[in-house]
Structures are given as C-alpha cells and as structure tokens.
C-alpha cells in the first residue's frame, strides 16, 4: 500500500474539532428513544442466543449464509469505514454519492443514526478511558468486581444509560451537511430494510416462504447481532486486553483474533495513538480490511487525500511509548 506523510491531529481530532464551549452531554433520551435502544440491543441479541438451537433444528442454507455475510460485509464496513474513519476521524475525503453510501451502509448495521454515533465516539476520544468516556471499562476501579462491571458497561450497559452526548459540541460538520442529516433523519426506514431486504432475497433465491424467513433470521437479526457484539468488543476488550507496541494516552490494545470480523478495527493501539490515520493494522501480517477498502475507494478517485501512515511517524509513536 502506498503511503504518504501526513501530519497528526490530537485524539479528539475530527472535521471541525469541538471547541469545549458548548457542554459535553445535551439533556437525556426521551422515552421513544430509549424504547428504540431496547429494541435495537435485546431483539437481535435473542436470535443470536436461538441461533445455535435453530440451526441445529432446521438447519442453516446457503442462501441463508450467502444473503449473512454480504449483509454483515456492508453493514460492517459501513461501520468502520464510514462511521468511524470516516465521518467520525476525517481518515480520507470522500465525493458525495460515496458520502451518502457510507451513511447509508452504516445505519444497516442497526448501532444508531450517524451522527448520534460520531458524537459519542467523538466524546469517547477526547476523554479516553477518563471521567467523561461514554464506554470506558476503567471507571469503576481495578478490582475483579469492579472490571466485570466495567467490561459490561464498555461492551453495552452504557447503551441503555439515558445521557444524550450534545451533537452541536461534537458533530456541527454532519450538522452542517444536509444529506447526512437526511440520512440520519431516516434511521428508521434503514432499520426496516437491514432486516425485510435480506428475507425479499432468502424468498426470492429459495421461492419459498421458509426461504424470507430464515433469511429474515440469519441474514437480518442474527447478523446484526454479530456485527453488534464485534463492534462492542472494540471498546471493551481493545480497552483491556492485548498488545500495546504504540503510545497512547489510554488503555487500547491491539487484539488480533477480532481483526478479520472486525475488518481492522481491533488494531486498536494504533488507532488511539494516530486517531485519523486511515489504516489500523500497520505492521507486517496485520490484516485491515478497512484500509484495504479505503486504497481501492482512492484508486477509483472516490476517495482523497487519504491519511496513510509512514514509518516515520511511527517510528516517533513507538518511541514515544
């Protein structure tokens, strides 16, 4: 992969960086809203518990499997692609229809609307692991009691705490961008599709009822659990466990058996030491699917002024550890 200098931006770097004038949280959740999350985390987490005895009772098809990963794919590239390196880190310059697209592709994922997403792990970024982090597993001490309770609120208690992270302090430049508010506006109506579309293709690849419902299953709520749980796991386990050859200013660590379903997200210790950096996996062996999506989004002149590592710089990050 080619690779250019590019020069560092601190850990809350991100288009149109908060200034801290404006306060961190903007009131709590209303009612629909937090029913909303309920609905999103519980429903698909129950078909991921069925899965197992499901499939060991009527079996799991091709289709089935086929319609899963193509969803799980784009969904969750939508995720790290989109959501993350992004609309959240400004890793690369994106035109507008690939803009939209990756809008659109992240809300399939089902882990909330655009720009509610980037102002909390904005947020999560300025205060890493510290007083203010919306999902840090270090805020209630280092005792065993105290780190399983940590590791349930960094992998998805704090989903159903009710404070609203202040958009116009995180996020003014998605505020600013009419299509992504159009996009985030219509959370909703990705939310229907990420589920109906897989079970209109499971019907129509099998013609059979069974064939939209089980594509329905594994396709739509079980593959949105998966994809749920390996996001999650980013912001607890990568904050716990693993390798840490970068300084950070924080806990995150690389954990290399999430990097595949994870598409290069869980080289985690990079990320928080080079936030806007375009590729996560920078050492030898080390896959990054992500990045390797970015490259071929430049090379087809989608994507520009992408934010390449050098060694160079890290170099500087490994010695300053």
């Not at 520009?304 to 590592?309: A, E, G, H, K």
């Amino acid at each position: 992969m080619t690779v250019a200098d590019s020069p560092a931006r601190p850990d809350s770097a991100a288009p149109s960086a908060p200034t801290g004038a404006k306060p961190v949280l903007d009131g709590t959740r209303g009612l629909p809203q937090q029913i909303g999350v309920y609905v999103f985390v519980v429903v698909p987490l129950l078909a991921l518990v069925a899965a197992v005895p499901f499939a060991w009772g009527w079996g799991l098809g091709w289709s089935d499997i086929v319609i899963a990963t193509v969803f799980y794919v784009v969904s969750g590239l939508g995720i790290t692609v989109g959501y993350h390196r992004y609309f959240t880190h400004g890793s690369f310059k994106a035109n507008r229809p690939l803009r939209i697209a990756l809008a659109i592709s992240g809300s399939l994922a089902m882990q909330g609307p655009v720009i509610d997403w980037v102002a909390d792990h904005r947020r999560h970024h300025a205060f890493s692991d510290k007083e203010g982090d919306p999902h840090s597993p270090w805020l209630y001490g280092t005792g065993p009691a105290a780190l399983v309770k940590g590791f349930w609120h960094s992998h998805m208690g704090w989903l159903f705490d009710r404070d609203q992270t202040n958009e116009e302090r995180f996020t003014p430049d998605l505020l600013a961008d009419a299509d992504i508010r159009r996009v985030d506006r219509l959370f909703g109506l990705w939310s229907v599709l990420t589920l109906l579309v897989p079970a209109l293709f499971g019907g129509l690849l099998t013609w059979s009822w069974w064939g939209a419902l089980t594509a329905f299953f594994w396709g739509g709520l079980v593959r949105v659990a998966l994809l749920h749980h390996v996001t999650w796991s980013i912001n607890s386990i990568c904050h716990m466990w693993g390798d840490r050859p970068f300084a950070a200013r924080d806990h995150s660590a690389n954990v290399w058996p999430l990097a595949i379903a994870s598409f290069g997200e869980s080289w985690h210790n990079l990320h928080h030491a080079d936030p806007t950096c375009a590729r996560h996996g920078v050492k030898r062996g080390q896959i990054d699917i992500s990045a390797r999506v970015i490259w071929a989004f430049e090379k087809l002149g989608w994507a520009t002024s992408v934010r390449w590592p050098t060694q160079r710089r890290l170099d500087r990050l490994a010695k300053a550890k």
